[in-house]
């Protein structure tokens, strides 16, 4: 099973008082099963492209992954970091 770690910015779209799990194998996988359970994520994560928007970064086991296909072992933690502007 993969643990999904979210900002509290992302927690207030969903039902979640903890981790998401999910057994995907690939961090797209994972992120479908998010989206698919909480859909108001999916318009904070997703550009209308299904791209990620430019302010979310994705961390396996706490190494940034540049590729949403990138496979995930069992008991793998994924991590949506949400990047925070302001002035």
């Known amino acids: ?6 900002p509290r910015q992302l927690m207030n779209y969903t039902n979640l008082t903890g981790d998401f799990i999910s057994e ?8 479908d099963d ?7 994520l999916k318009a904070q994560i997703y550009n209308q492209d299904r791209t ?7 961390f396996v086991n706490e190494e940034m992954a540049d590729d949403l296909r990138m496979p995930v072992l069992p008991h793998s933690r994924i991590q949506i970091i949400v990047a925070v502007a302001g002035g």
């Open 34 to 40: 998010l989206v698919q359970s909480h859909p108001m």
């Open 52 to 58: 990620l928007r430019n302010f979310v970064n994705i």
């Open 1 to 6: 099973m993969v643990k999904l770690t979210l």
């Open 24 to 31: 995907a194998t690939t961090i797209e996988q994972a992120l």
